[in-house]
T-cell receptor, first 112, second 113 residues
Framework: TQLLEQSPQFLSIQEGENLTVYCNSSSVFSSLQWYRQEPGEGPVLLVTVVTGGEVKKLKRLTFQFGDARKDSSLHITAAQPGDTGLYLCAGGGGTSYGKLTFGQGTILTVHP | DTAVSQTPKYLVTQMGNDKSIKCEQNLGHDTMYWYKQDSKKFLKIMFSYNNKELIINETVPNRFSPKSPDKAHLNLHINSLELGDSAVYFC????????????FGNGTRLTVT
């Protein structure tokens, strides 16, 4: 069974601070997806990374896929209250074809 | 237009009852899923259908029975509800079965009393 360990589980910061969320596994994934979920809604895809070492930027969010495709990180610069939410990483491929493996999630709260 | 819509949004029922949750997607996707999100926000796949055919059936009690009348619909029927079934259930769809990104509905919060 493939597992994705996401850390930290909770993050409470002030507006303007930077933060990084990590997603680690001992398994290799063919792709890594990041989702953001707001209360009362379903997760929404932020980005997909597929190449080892790949870096993608989405405004103040920077996503990186590890060289060995076993880990990923999400870095947010100058966090804003609107960034508050649950961030989920999900790995695809490997031995779990057709099924995404989700991390436990990181609940981010950005205080004004 | 809502891409993946599921009903009802909230479901409160007593132990032992039978209930259904409906899901429809208008994205033209081939694959649909049911996920369960527990109180710790962990998302776990339950079922996956591709063009009306069951392709993933995780270790889920047989009280849960999915039905896909066509590739745009995937319903979930639950018999003899138990307290531990309380959770948020998400329907999702993806273009194909190849780990394409998921489009989620807004969830059904099921509370069993």
């Amino acid at each position: 069974t493939q597992l994705l360990e996401q850390s930290p589980q909770f993050l409470s910061i002030q507006e303007g601070e930077n933060l990084t969320v990590y997603c680690n596994s001992s398994s290799v994934f063919s792709s890594l997806q990041w989702y953001r979920q707001e209360p009362g809604e379903g997760p929404v895809l932020l980005v997909t990374v597929v190449t080892g070492g790949e870096v993608k930027k989405l405004k103040r969010l920077t996503f990186q896929f590890g060289d060995a495709r076993k880990d990923s990180s999400l870095h947010i610069t100058a966090a804003q209250p609107g960034d508050t939410g649950l961030y989920l990483c999900a790995g695809g491929g490997g031995t779990s074809y057709g099924k995404l493996t989700f991390g436990q999630g990181t609940i981010l709260t950005v205080h004004p | 237009d809502t891409a993946v819509s599921q009903t009802p949004k909230y479901l409160v029922t007593q132990m032992g009852n039978d209930k259904s949750i409906k899901c429809e997607q208008n994205l033209g996707h081939d694959t649909m899923y049911w996920y369960k999100q527990d109180s710790k926000k962990f998302l776990k796949i339950m079922f996956s259908y591709n063009n009306k055919e069951l392709i993933i059936n995780e270790t889920v009690p047989n009280r849960f029975s999915p039905k896909s009348p066509d590739k745009a619909h995937l319903n979930l029927h639950i018999n003899s509800l138990e307290l531990g079934d309380s959770a948020v259930y998400f329907c999702a769809s993806s273009l194909h079965t190849d780990n394409s990104p998921l489009h989620f509905g807004n969830g059904t919060r099921l509370t069993v009393t």
